[in-house]
Nanobody
Framework: QVQLVESGGGLVQAGGSLRLSCAAS????????MGWFRQAPGKQRELVAR???????NYGASVEGRFTISRDNAKNTVYLQMIDLKPEDTAVYYC???????????????WGQGTQVTVSS
């Protein structure tokens, strides 16, 4: 069983910064794409950023230029550095990873439990 454990959420004023972390633990063969999604009350879950095992990244349009995703493959950990936070960034942020349990199995999506980010105006 693979677990994704997020940390780093909290309350911050507009213009501030936060850094989220997500560590994968358990038994698995590999992790391909890792990423962050977010969901605000009454809205659909949306992509924030994702990164491949090779380091290629892409971002949601609303966070481009303010958020930076990175990963440490040796630690099976993905990070999200957020700067210039805005009230509209308030949401529950979920870590996501494409996990392959064994060499011969297909990838499946694993999700963290979510961490709350609240940006006050």
């Amino acid at each position: 069983q693979v677990q994704l454990v997020e940390s780093g959420g909290g309350l911050v004023q507009a213009g501030g910064s936060l850094r989220l972390s997500c560590a994968a633990s358990g038994s698995f063969f590999s992790i391909n794409v890792m990423g962050w999604f977010r969901q605000a009350p009454g809205k659909q879950r949306e992509l924030v950023a994702r990164i491949t095992s090779g380091g290629s990244t892409n971002y949601g349009a609303s966070v481009e230029g303010r958020f930076t995703i990175s990963r440490d493959n040796a630690k099976n950990t993905v990070y999200l550095q957020m700067i210039d936070l805005k009230p509209e960034d308030t949401a529950v942020y979920y870590c996501n990873a494409a996990i392959r349990r064994t060499r011969s199995t297909y990838e499946y999506d694993a999700w963290g439990q979510g961490t709350q980010v609240t940006v006050s105006s």
